[in-house]
């Protein structure tokens, strides 16, 4: 009978990858144990840091795949992904397409209403179940973001972010700030409710479908081609400007 015996390596992950990890083990070299032979993959994200955020791993200084098994005494270095070095050549995927469209999980409708206002393709639906965010995304090359690590962890996710703040105004800035979307703003351009295109619609064509005094007051309506809804230029409007002013465009 063959005893198996504990190995171990040392990890360890960098800049935003820390954010998963407990406050004593973050931006140094950890000790790991484990049995059997698990992938970089398994390593890295029982440690709760999610493949879809690492771009580079390199075991020993040698770039490495996620599926790559490492011996005892390796050193696993976990990167994540960077704007201003160039990796293309050894990342671990490319980088997403822009400008980038994302799959919102069901617990963020107002990050998705706020992505939407700034005219970013955001698809979002409350009855989503994991399984379909991940073919949508599959499928339609789109980018997960989620609150959810379980469905970031799941082989079949590619490109996806963890969302680490609550409050949804700092859920979009950081959004904002992590994919570099203020080039693709264009506000006014999308439905909140369905994502569908805003198109600009004559006066007279809206008269029966907004409050008269809406009517009265306005002069510019768009309506969403998906689903119908009008807009106008009045508190919608406002809101918007008020919350693209953070990004000083
Ligand atoms: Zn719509």
Known sequence: MSV??????????????NDFLPVAKRQKVQRMGFWGTPTVKDLAESLGVPHVEI???????????????PVEGSLISCYPRFTSIPISGIALRPDFEVP?????????????????????DTLYDRTYIDNEILTIAQTHNRTILTRDKGILRNGKAYYGYFIRNTNPQRQL??????????????????????????ERV??????TLVPENTFRVYNDFFRCKSCGQIYWEGSHFERITAMLKPFRL
Not at 4 to 17: A, C, H, S, T
Not at 202 to 207: H, L, P, Q, W, Y
């Open 4 to 17: 198996e015996f504990k190995k171990f390596v040392k990890i360890r992950f960098y800049g935003n990858l």
């Open 55 to 69: 771009y580079l791993i390199l075991n020993d200084s040698i770039p490495v795949n996620f599926d790559h098994r």
């Open 100 to 120: 980038p469209r994302f799959v919102l999980d069901v617990h963020l409708g107002r990050l998705a209403a706020f992505l939407r206002f700034c005219g970013i």
């Open 173 to 198: 800035a950081e959004v904002v700030d992590y994919f570099d979307l203020t080039p693709y703003f264009n506000p006014f351009s999308r439905c909140s409710l369905c994502n569908g295109e805003l």
């Open 202 to 207: 004559e006066k007279f064509e809206v008269r």
